[in-house]
């Protein structure tokens, strides 16, 4: 029986996301799989870490493809992608806390990328006078990705709607938390 990697990635991030500290076993019989075929795909978690890294990097690239961010004002490129990235949110959340993926020389190249995206954008919304200037593109781009772990998280575990998602993550990566006066 041929194995769908594609599937058992897709599986194991969807197990993942909801249980960080699932085992290889569960993961193999959430997949519907046994451990050994499980092993003979992914040597073991790390090998199974990394493969979603790069599922998770995919997902990222073709989300900010998809959000077109050098059209149209900053905001709306942020919104867009807010939105174009929901479905891979939690598979994020869960690379988020996998700090063996951001440390060292092993370091997965497609990060910088994401990275030097999202900070030209943030870049871009200063420069044209949308976004502040006292916080770095850098700062915002870390900021966004608190905020997308943050929100998948809260949806998984039901405190917020999944309809809220891109709201509650743009209007407070953008407004802030701070309450401004009306006119």
Same mark, same amino acid.
């Given at each position: 029986? $041929? /194995?769908? +990697?594609?599937?058992?990635?897709?599986?194991? @991030? *969807?197990l993942l996301t909801r249980r960080a500290t699932a085992t290889m076993d569960e993961v193999a019989r959430a997949a519907g799989l046994s451990r050994a075929t499980l092993h003979r795909h992914f040597a073991g978690r790390d090998a199974l870490?990394?493969?979603?890294?790069?599922?998770?990097?995919?997902?990222?690239?073709?989300?900010?493809?998809?959000?077109?961010?050098?059209?149209?004002?900053?905001?709306? $490129? /942020?919104? +867009?992608?807010?939105?174009?990235?929901?479905? @891979? *949110?939690?598979?994020?959340?869960f690379l988020y806390t996998e700090n063996q993926l951001f440390e060292g020389e092993k370091q997965n190249e497609g990060w910088a990328r994401i990275d030097a995206r999202l900070a030209a954008v943030f870049r871009r919304g200063q420069q044209s006078g949308e976004f502040r200037i006292d916080?770095?593109?850098?700062?915002?781009?870390?900021?966004?990705y608190g905020l997308l772990a943050s929100g998948a998280w809260a949806v998984t575990e039901g405190r917020v709607a999944r309809n809220d998602f891109t709201h509650m993550i743009v209007e407070l990566l953008l407004g802030g938390a701070l309450r401004r006066e009306e006119p």
């Amino acid at each position: 029986m $041929a /194995v769908d +990697r594609d599937l058992v990635l897709r599986t194991a @991030a *969807a197990l993942l996301t909801r249980r960080a500290t699932a085992t290889m076993d569960e993961v193999a019989r959430a997949a519907g799989l046994s451990r050994a075929t499980l092993h003979r795909h992914f040597a073991g978690r790390d090998a199974l870490v990394r493969a979603l890294e790069s599922l998770g990097i995919a997902e990222c690239e073709a989300a900010l493809d998809a959000a077109r961010l050098d059209d149209g004002p900053a905001a709306d $490129a /942020v919104r +867009r992608l807010v939105r174009e990235i929901e479905s @891979a *949110a939690g598979l994020l959340a869960f690379l988020y806390t996998e700090n063996q993926l951001f440390e060292g020389e092993k370091q997965n190249e497609g990060w910088a990328r994401i990275d030097a995206r999202l900070a030209a954008v943030f870049r871009r919304g200063q420069q044209s006078g949308e976004f502040r200037i006292d916080l770095t593109p850098a700062w915002l781009t870390e900021a966004l990705y608190g905020l997308l772990a943050s929100g998948a998280w809260a949806v998984t575990e039901g405190r917020v709607a999944r309809n809220d998602f891109t709201h509650m993550i743009v209007e407070l990566l953008l407004g802030g938390a701070l309450r401004r006066e009306e006119p």
